[in-house]
């Protein structure tokens, strides 16, 4: 995985170098992935020393996450961090997802049925929820329900989205 617009070249190319000997002697399957940290990007952003996207500016989002695809990721995630008020805006999104011909995903801020409902009808094909996780603070019976709960959203967005193909 390559975080595409930090400014450290360890999450361009050395973290693939060090991680590539003990992945072969795993024998773990490599999915090239592009990793593009949107506004507000909180810790990750921090850590990897990203250059965030910001939030209006879908073309920016859009020809990074392009860039990926033609340097050979099998895979786009949209990160706007762990916890972010939100996620990446459904225009941005749907932008991406028309741009590029490899899955989606989006991360950071899915913390509820609304926000994975908005993610997948904007053209998310793969959303992370562990926002939803962190916010049930351990209590697994309320992250069960929320999980249920985001399932039905995504089910029903994912219906919509596949009649209006």
Do not use: C
Not at 49 to 72: H, K, M
Request: glycine residues 10%; aromatic residues 8%.
């Amino acid at each position: 995985m390559q975080m595409l617009n930090s400014l450290d070249p360890y999450y361009l190319s050395g973290a693939q170098i060090t991680a590539s000997y003990p992945i072969k002697q795993l024998g773990l399957e490599v999915i090239p992935t592009s990793y593009i940290i949107v506004e507000p990007g909180r810790a990750v952003g921090w850590i990897g020393r990203a250059q965030l996207i910001p939030r209006s500016f879908d073309y920016l989002a859009g020809i990074t996450a392009l860039a990926g695809q033609y340097i050979g990721s099998h895979l786009i995630i949209l990160e706007s961090g762990g916890g972010a008020p939100e996620p990446a805006p459904q225009k941005m999104i749907s932008y991406v997802k028309n741009l590029i011909d490899v899955p989606l995903i989006v991360a950071g801020g899915i913390r509820n049925e609304k926000f994975a409902y908005k993610t997948v009808k904007a053209g998310a094909d793969i959303i992370h929820i562990g926002t939803a996780l962190e916010e049930s603070k351990g209590d697994l019976q309320k992250f069960a329900s929320t999980l249920k709960k985001i399932t039905s959203a995504v089910k029903k967005a994912g219906r919509e989205k596949s009649k209006t193909l």
